[in-house]
């Protein structure tokens, strides 16, 4: 039977399995997206049950390898077929040189790494890192996003998220984003005790830039009130800006990276926590301090060793940022054609692309016309009105002009239905 034929069984089935045994949110999420059950993937490319394709300028951020790199998936396999998962009392060589292969790419001194499963893991080892330090004050800005595990969650200032599970951690601060004289004013008032956690361009923010100066201006007044940065470059890392860390838009090296999403290669979880070693040591002498039974598992590790090999040889970095800027070029015009006086803002960098619009519920339209269509984009979790494209560096130009294509069809069954403002 061919995957056609079969198709209206496994997509009742699944609506059905979840519904009842995964939550009925996610059941009608799905149908309302279109009944799409997604059961394969190559390249730019997600295949569903009925057999239609879907370009993947979503994924929240993870594929900017796409999907199944050949590179990653050969390393995955290979260590599938000898040692997937350690005993954690011996020592690991896949793990060890996965830290050393991410330490050649981390910013300047940081060479201590820690790997997790999760954005979410990374988030938190960093927190208890900074609290081993005596870093109690953990200051966040609006609009951030760092995860939903309880530390995580403390410091994402968004209270649809945060309410059902308060209390909260104490001792954190949020600042508007991009507000230097706030940022100062927070970290003076918690002089020697603060811990800054902060992405270079807010992803769930909706793809938001840091003004410029703002990254430098927080790093030094870091520096000046004896405060940790933890840059979080879960989502904007690795390439996914145009640049290998966001930071390196002002130069900044911060105190402790988070990185994930990408470091999966698109196959196998994995996250991590990147320091340089006087800081490392509370984690790094003691191995029982902070540690997780699948944490720097081989098959993650394998994945990551791909992800990062992978990430150079297709030249992924410069490929993002040139990209970026075409696909930032043909946003503008199309939206500009289409939906003239309904868009905010047209931003982004490299693959990290936003567009706001003006009008509430205009970005949910735009994306439910995009996926009706075969391209499948994102929402962001702490901006409504911003729908949020994180396409994959390894984009060929015919993908490009489908996506092109489709755009304009889509921007133009929206517009059809709202009337520009007056
Ligand atoms: N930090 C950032 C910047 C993220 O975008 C995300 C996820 O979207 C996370 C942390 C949390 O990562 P995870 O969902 O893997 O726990």
Not at 27 to 50: H, K, N, P, Q
Not at 376 to 398: C, Q, Y
Request: hydrophobic residues 45%; aromatic residues 6%; contains cysteine.
């Amino acid at each position: 039977m061919t995957a056609a034929v079969d198709a209206p069984d496994l997509t009742d089935l699944t609506i059905g399995r979840v519904r009842r045994h995964m939550g009925s949110g996610r059941a009608s999420l799905g149908e309302m997206l279109g009944r799409v059950v997604e059961v394969s993937s190559a390249g730019a490319w997600v295949t569903a049950a009925d057999g239609r394709r879907y370009l993947d300028f979503g994924g929240y951020g993870v594929f900017i390898l796409g999907h199944r790199h050949p590179t990653v998936v050969a390393e995955v396999r290979r260590q599938l077929d000898q040692h997937p998962l350690a005993t954690r009392v011996f020592l690991e060589p896949v793990s060890a040189r996965a830290a050393e292969a991410l330490a050649e790419v981390a910013p300047d001194g940081l060479d201590q790494v820690h790997f997790v499963n999760s954005g979410t893991e990374a988030t938190e080892a960093a927190i208890k890192l900074a609290r081993a330090h005596g870093r109690t004050e953990l200051i966040a800005v609006d609009g951030g996003f760092h995860g939903k595990s309880m530390g995580a969650l403390s410091i994402i200032g968004n209270p649809l998220y945060q309410r059902p599970f308060g209390p909260l951690l104490p001792g954190v601060t949020q600042v508007p984003f991009g507000d230097l004289p706030a940022l100062r004013s927070a970290l003076s008032a918690a002089a020697g005790r603060a811990c800054l956690v902060l992405e270079p361009v807010l992803g769930e923010g909706g793809a938001l830039p840091a003004p410029e100066g703002y990254l430098r201006g927080a790093a030094e007044a870091c520096r000046e009130f004896g405060a940790l940065l933890v840059a979080d470059e879960i989502q904007t890392g690795l390439g996914r800006l145009g640049r290998w860390w966001g930071m390196d838009a002002e130069a900044v090296v911060p105190d402790i990276m988070l990185v994930g999403k990408g470091l999966s290669g698109g196959v196998i979880p994995v996250a991590a926590m990147v320091t340089g070693a006087e800081l490392y040591q509370p984690f790094g002498r003691d191995p029982f301090l902070h540690s997780s039974t699948f944490g720097a598992s081989p098959i993650a590790s394998a994945a990551a060793i791909g992800a990062l090999r992978a990430i150079k040889e297709e030249d992924a970095v410069a490929k993002a940022a040139s990209l970026g800027t075409r696909l930032l070029i043909l946003l503008h015009e199309a939206h500009r054609r289409h939906l003239p006086g309904q868009v905010a803002e047209v931003r982004g960098r490299g693959l990290l692309l936003g567009i706001e619009y003006a009008a509430a519920g205009l970005a949910g339209d735009v994306a439910l016309e995009l996926m009706s269509r075969g391209v499948l984009v994102n929402h962001s979790l702490n901006a409504a009105d911003v729908l949020r494209l994180t396409p994959p560096a390894i984009l060929a130009d015919p993908e490009v002009d489908f996506f092109a294509q489709v755009l304009d069809d889509a921007l133009a069954a929206v517009a059809t239905r709202h009337q520009p403002r007056s």
